[in-house]
């Protein structure tokens, strides 16, 4: 532990943990024996941070959130797995983000720059990437990926093995229990898509060509109504020179748990331009 820290008299931090130079931990805060925080990094009062728990640098933990407690699986038995945070990450109160098991990996891995609201829920063996807004009360379920820049609405709940992809938006309290491609929007139990996240790329800078690029793959593969995906596959044709198509299309053809799709009676494109 470094001299520079500032720790309030009524914080734990137990022998063994590794507190990086500028770190602040509040009152009444947990710091377990095998925790590692970096530089500049803020825990506040009453948070808990346990287990074999990496948070990188200047994270900010609020009050009563638990980061590292053991993963809710029966079949984890106190194995050392392990919880990985990047940096500049936002984690309000109540948040719990649990370790890896060894059947998943051992891993949970969070990147860097998302924000995790009140009462929002990392289960075991999870891959978030950056930048996302996982919204209040998210329930996130074990084996989960979601890429970057995706917005969760508050209340949604994912199910496990799920992967929702780039600048995807679900909308608030939608239960999802299949794939979200990239730049799509979803919403409804059990979520369908709604159209593309126009806003989410204008705001991301892509190139307004791009944007009409992926909107027209959108149409061939979900409402041309095709009879097979080889056939929309073959439809795309030169669109696929754009990268944003190419990752579109790549993670339907990569889809485990299968695509979430527009409803049966839609028949035009939402938000468009």
Known sequence: MTTS???HPTAIIEQGAEIDSGVTIGPYALIGPHVKIGRNSKIHGHAVVTGHTFLGEENEVFSFASVGNRPQDLKYKGEPTELIVGSRNII?????LQPGTVQGGGKTTIGSQNLFMAYSHVAH???????NVIANAVQIAGHVTIDNMAIIGGLCAIHQFVHIGDMAM?????????DIPPYCVSEGNRAILRGLNVEGMKRRNISPEARTAVKNAYKIMFLKGHPTLEAAYMDIGDLIKFPEVEKFITFIKNAKRGISHPSQNANELNNEE
């Open 5 to 7: 820290v500032q720790i």
């Open 92 to 96: 309000r109160e109540c948040v719990t």
């Open 125 to 131: 063996d999870c891959i978030i990437g950056d930048l």
């Open 170 to 178: 679900l909308g608030g309290g939608s239960a999802t229990v299949k």
